[in-house]
């Protein structure tokens, strides 16, 4: 069975640093793309940064420069290295996993959401002014 669990969000000023991490488990992580997707109160979910199972990196541009997406294949374990933050950045985030122990997972809307399987419970990130 599947299992994603984020750890590392908190309380920051802005202009801070965070490291999300995301815990997998059940699956070979090196096949899987994943992403780390965020929804603020009253807002939909975004896709904030993605990473295919080619190794292929893509960001949201509120988020180009500051955050960056990685995965440590040894641990199985996704982060998310975010700084600079922003007030607009406040929002709980979600790591979510596409995968197939067959193939090598290359989403085509890395970003959307719709393609991942999986999904994590979420770790709460807030930025103060």
């Known amino acids: 069975q599947v299992q994603l669990v984020e750890s590392g969000g908190g309380s920051v000023q802005a202009g801070g640093s965070l490291r999300l991490s995301c815990a997998a488990s059940?699956?070979?992580?090196?096949?899987?793309?994943m992403a780390w997707f965020r929804q603020a109160p009253g807002k939909e979910r975004e896709g904030v940064a993605a990473?295919?199972?080619?190794?292929?990196?893509h960001y949201a541009d509120s988020v180009k420069g500051r955050f960056t997406i990685s995965k440590d294949n040894a641990k199985n374990t996704l982060y998310l290295q975010m700084n600079s933050l922003k007030p607009e950045d406040t929002a709980m985030y979600y790591c979510?996993?596409?995968?197939?122990?067959?193939?090598?997972?290359?989403?085509?809307?890395?970003?959307?959401?719709?393609?991942?399987?999986?999904w994590g419970q979420g770790t709460q990130v807030t930025v103060s002014s």
């Open positions: 979510a996993a596409a995968y197939d122990p067959h193939i090598v997972v290359v989403v085509a809307d890395p970003l959307g959401g719709a393609e991942y399987d999986y």
């Open positions: 059940g699956y070979t992580y090196s096949n899987t793309a």
């Open positions: 990473i295919n199972g080619d190794g292929g990196t």
